[in-house]
């Protein structure tokens, strides 16, 4: 099976593509509709959940590589949310198992696509032709 494909800006920028305005969208749904909260008004709980995911979206629409780095930080915010929730609501589980799945979903598309996209650009820290590496044991490579 050939799997090379999945080794390219290209498809991680679809798995992004996918998975980001999904996650926007259920986040609306679940925090405004399906389970508001009973003591926050729904414009104070949409501006906690939707604003945060709307940073970024343009540049991630845009296809840019440091939009799809930096974003990866405001996911970690929805990611340990619907950790939290799986464990501590019960009544709201398969809400934060969607948004746990659309969020990795979303992280993994959004870092591998920032790296390979990064590659093809030739963007990256480059080593002084000179300098020695120093790793994690002290030995000098």
């Known amino acids: 099976m050939n799997t090379d494909f999945i080794k390219t800006a290209s498809f ?5 593509l996918i ?23 729904v414009w104070l709980t949409m501006a906690i959940w939707v604003v945060p995911l709307l940073l970024p979206l343009k540049g991630i629409l845009q296809g840019n590589a440091y939009t799809h780095a930096w974003a ?26 969607i948004e746990l799945l659309l969020t990795t979903g979303a992280f993994i598309g959004a ?4 790296r390979y996209r990064g590659r093809e650009l030739g963007l990256g820290i480059k080593k002084k032709k000179d300098e020695k590496v120093v790793t994690n044991a002290g030995k000098v490579d």
């Not at 980001?20 to 009973?38: Q, R, T």
């Open 12 to 16: 991680h920028r679809k798995l992004t």
């Open 19 to 41: 998975c980001y305005p999904s996650l926007l969208v259920f986040v609306i749904l679940w925090h405004g509709v399906l389970a508001p909260n009973e003591f926050l008004s």
């Open 72 to 97: 990866n930080f405001i996911l970690i915010f929805y990611f340990i949310h619907s950790l939290t929730a799986i464990y501590t609501n019960p009544g709201e589980r398969w809400y934060a198992a």
């Open 111 to 114: 870092t591998y696509y920032a």
